[in-house]
T-cell receptor
């Protein structure tokens, strides 16, 4: 089945220790998104790739970086995690970027910062 | 600024009907999505509306009024598995999804 896969599902890191979250997709979608979601809050878009074109949200901290080496894979790097970065990180894909393009979500990675 | 408003929490009884409202103020409008999110899981797609009116899909229906900046999700014949958060999201003029904080629906036997 075509899907969005995130690894790991649970990640524990120490304050200030870099961490990388990964996402892969078998849908062959052009667009890949990274969201941060804290408990009982809306998902917050961090950035998205339209093919190789990187789009950073204005309020995404510099601490968060992303890489998309090919169509299938996208990585979220948190260079120096703080306690406030503990959250669920959701990867999503869509076929294209205009009107009706349902976003397909991976299962998420829950990040704990000690 | 852009804003999506939904009730924080609702409670309903198994077998009943519940309506979850969403009002929005966004820069442009290119459609509205409803997603379901169970605790600790990713959102899953429920519906998409871009024209005014009611879209029915099994036990779930979604309504849109663009002139009023308003949508609702109607859930019929509620089941315990419908306990989840329901997220309203609007596609703005830049084709970005603007998300509401979600409505936590609690179903009681």
């Amino acid at each position: 089945d075509a899907m969005v896969i995130q690894n790991p599902r649970y990640q524990v890191t120490q304050f200030g220790k870099p961490v990388t979250l990964s996402c892969s997709q078998t849908l062959n979608h052009n667009v890949m998104y990274w969201y941060q979601q804290k408990s009982s809050q809306a998902p917050k878009l961090l950035f998205h790739y339209y093919d190789k074109d990187f789009n950073n949200e204005a309020d995404t901290p510099d601490n968060f970086q992303s890489r998309r080496p090919n169509t299938s894979f996208c990585f979220l790097d948190i260079r120096s995690p703080g306690l406030g970065d503990a959250a669920m990180y959701l990867c999503a894909t869509s076929r294209d970027r205009d009107s009706y393009n349902e976003q397909f979500f991976g299962p998420g990675t829950r990040l704990t910062v000690l | 600024g852009q804003n999506i408003d939904q009730p924080t929490e609702m409670t309903a009884t198994e077998g009943a009907i519940v309506q979850i409202n969403c009002t929005y103020q966004t820069s442009g409008f290119n459609g509205l999505f409803w997603y379901q999110q169970h605790a600790g899981e990713a959102p899953t797609f429920l519906s998409y509306n871009v024209l005014d009116g009611l879209e029915e899909k099994g036990r779930f229906s979604s309504f849109l009024s663009r002139s009023k900046g308003y949508s609702y999700l109607l859930l019929k014949e509620l089941q315990m598995k419908d306990s989840a958060s329901y997220l309203c999201a609007v596609v703005d003029s830049n084709y970005q999804l603007i998300w509401g904080a979600g409505t936590k629906l609690i179903i009681k036997p």
